[in-house]
């Protein structure tokens, strides 16, 4: 069974810091991009930030770019969104997923291309 597992969510003050933690199995997920995803009540779900398949690259949504970094683990099948210089705005909920297509070259932005997903971990930011 192919699963996602998230986890490092919490609530903190603005300007602290959360380390989320995305553990996947039942799939090489070495072979597929993965990404984060955000969902604030009444809004849809954005995307946060995304890796290649290969670990080489990282790509991320210009409202987080410089504050968060998205890293595969030591650990097999494990990436992580570590989160810096918090704001409000940042609360949500979020989810990591993995990519429809293996291989692909870069990673899409749009949920639909993304065909696994965790069950999200709660981000509450506070002023």
């Known amino acids: 069974q192919v699963q996602l597992v998230e986890s490092g969510g919490g609530l903190v003050q603005a300007g602290g810091s959360l380390r989320l933690s995305c553990a996947a199995s039942?799939?090489?997920?070495?072979?597929?991009?993965m990404a984060w995803f955000r969902q604030a009540p009444g809004n849809e779900r954005e995307f946060v930030a995304a890796?290649?398949?290969?670990?080489?690259?990282?790509y991320y949504a210009d409202s987080v770019k410089g504050r968060f970094t998205m890293s595969r683990g030591d650990v097999k099948d494990t990436v992580y969104l570590e989160m810096n210089s918090l704001k409000p705005e940042d609360t949500a909920v979020y989810y990591c997923a993995t990519e429809t297509s293996r291989h692909h070259n870069k990673p899409s932005r749009a949920p639909a291309a993304y065909d696994v997903w965790g069950q999200g971990t709660q981000v509450t930011v506070v002023a």
């Open positions: 039942g799939r090489t997920f070495s072979s597929y991009a």
């Open positions: 890796i290649k398949w290969s670990g080489t690259s990282t």
